[in-house]
């Protein structure tokens, strides 16, 4: 086996099913298997795998980790794969007909960390060529990325104590960079990422936002570098603004504008940006505080 694609999923199992039928219609794609880690879903998750484990043209494994945490359920999927290269997906991306091709063209050198473009995308209908906008210098993002699997297993996997959103696969791409893997970024290898706005609400990603901030204070302290003081924000000016600049009052404001349907599109985008990003950089310092 040479690819086994790795998605971790929780109550999605609508998103889940396009983007198994996606690997499904894969061209001249290396041998691959994918294995569906089941991150304690309440839906029809199971059923739909095992159904689809029956008659797809590809193997597709299914297995249960009950506590909701992103890097223990990516870790059990690792354990089970049976492919020298892991290539992590989302629930929530279409990938098309040479995704894994790609991915597996990118590796033609030992030890590379390859990451493809991600196309973000309000609807399945929408199947845009990626652009220089979706150019993204991370070292890893497991929204789209591939990796050998002893190198995963080399370094630990994922740390669990990661067990809020964010972060993650960010802190073990230090570790493997660190060890001696190299990035490389393939155009070809590109999805597109099912971003709906009725899923996006501002209280689901603020939710996220704090949890990132959380996140990102563990992050610090297992690697205080300028590299991830940078990354996650926590320079000394961006502490002073979450401490002096960011009132209550502000936040609600920026709320606010961003969730009037009257204003203007371009406004209210601006303002959620902000408050997402003040929400964060409170919390950031709050837990620095601690």
Same mark, same amino acid.
């Given at each position: ?14 998103? &889940?099913? %396009?983007? &198994? ?17 089941? $991150? ?34 990516? $870790? %059990? ?53 990626? *652009? +220089?906008?979706?150019? @993204? ?8 990325? *591939? ?35 190299? %990035? ?13 706005? @009725? ?5 689901? +990603? ?18 205080? *570098?300028? %590299? ?44 959620? @940006? ?17």
């Amino acid at each position: 086996m040479r690819l086994s694609v790795v998605i971790a999923t929780k109550d999605r199992a609508s998103y &889940l099913e %396009r983007a &198994l039928a996606s690997l499904a219609l894969q061209q001249a794609a290396p041998s691959f298997e994918a294995i569906v880690v089941d $991150n304690g879903s309440t839906d029809a998750t199971r059923a739909l795998v095992e159904g689809l484990a029956q008659s797809s043209n590809y193997p597709i494994r299914y297995v249960f980790e009950a506590e909701p945490n992103r890097g223990k359920a990516r $870790n %059990r999927g690792v354990e089970i794969a049976s492919g020298f290269i892991v290539l992590f997906c989302d629930d929530d991306v279409v990938l098309p007909e040479g995704f894994l091709a790609a991915h597996e063209a990118a590796h033609d050198a030992p030890g590379l960390v390859v990451n493809g473009a991600i196309v973000n995308v309000p609807g399945y209908d929408h199947r845009p060529k990626p *652009s +220089l906008a979706n150019y @993204s210098g991370a070292f890893l993002c497991t929204c789209n990325v *591939s990796i050998p699997k002893a190198a995963i297993e080399a370094v630990g996997g994922f740390d669990e104590s990661f067990h809020l959103y964010g972060w993650e696969d960010t802190e073990l791409g230090v570790r493997l960079r660190e060890s001696g893997l190299r %990035r490389k970024f393939s155009w070809d290898a590109f999805l597109w990422h099912i971003k709906k706005p @009725s899923d996006e609400t501002l209280e689901v +990603l603020a939710r996220k936002a704090v949890e990132k901030a959380r996140m990102a204070h563990r992050f610090l302290g297992k690697s205080p *570098s300028s %590299r991830v003081i940078a990354a996650t924000g926590a320079h000394p000016l961006n502490m002073l603004r979450a401490k002096y600049l960011l009132p209550d009052a502000l936040l609600a404001f920026y709320a606010g504008v961003a969730s009037d349907e009257r204003a203007n599109p371009a406004l209210r985008s601006i303002a959620k @940006s902000q408050f997402l990003d003040g929400i964060y950089a409170r919390e950031l310092f709050r837990a620095s505080e601690k």
